[in-house]
């Protein structure tokens, strides 16, 4: 499985950003597919994440700002940042999650992730 994130960078407070994620060697089905973030001395944080049944779930501090889109078909999802605020900076980080049970009945809980891309958000 590999998870490519673009569309970091560098943008004002009040501006937006779009970030992209490109999954590919996908066998299996995807619970969920998500965005996390990471500031520095922060631990990762979910930001939004979508569920395979189409449940879309956003952290509060970005509701309202955050739009998170997936389509299916090319495993691809998105994150449509606007109004971003300097709290918003940190490394942004691509998430799939599988669920599945084996042949002992046993459940696991696997996920994936890309590299990363980092935003800053800046005064």
């Known amino acids: 499985v590999q998870l490519v994130e673009s569309g970091g960078g560098l943008v004002q407070a009040g501006g937006s950003l779009r970030l992209s994620c490109a999954a590919s060697g996908i066998s299996f089905s995807i619970n969920s597919m998500g965005w996390y973030r990471q500031a520095p001395g922060n631990e990762r944080e979910l930001v939004a994440m979508?569920?395979?049944?189409?449940?879309?779930n956003y952290a509060d501090s970005v509701k309202g700002r955050f739009t998170l889109s997936r389509d299916n078909g090319a495993n691809m999802m998105s994150l449509q940042m606007n109004s971003l605020k300097l709290e918003d900076t940190a490394v942004y980080y691509c998430?799939?999650?599988?669920?599945?049970?084996?042949?002992?009945?046993?459940?696991?809980?696997?996920?994936?992730w890309g590299k990363g891309t980092l935003v800053t958000v800046s005064s």
């Open positions: 998430n799939v999650q599988r669920l599945y049970s084996d042949y002992l009945g046993q459940s696991h809980d696997i996920h994936y």
């Open positions: 979508v569920t395979s049944g189409g449940s879309t």
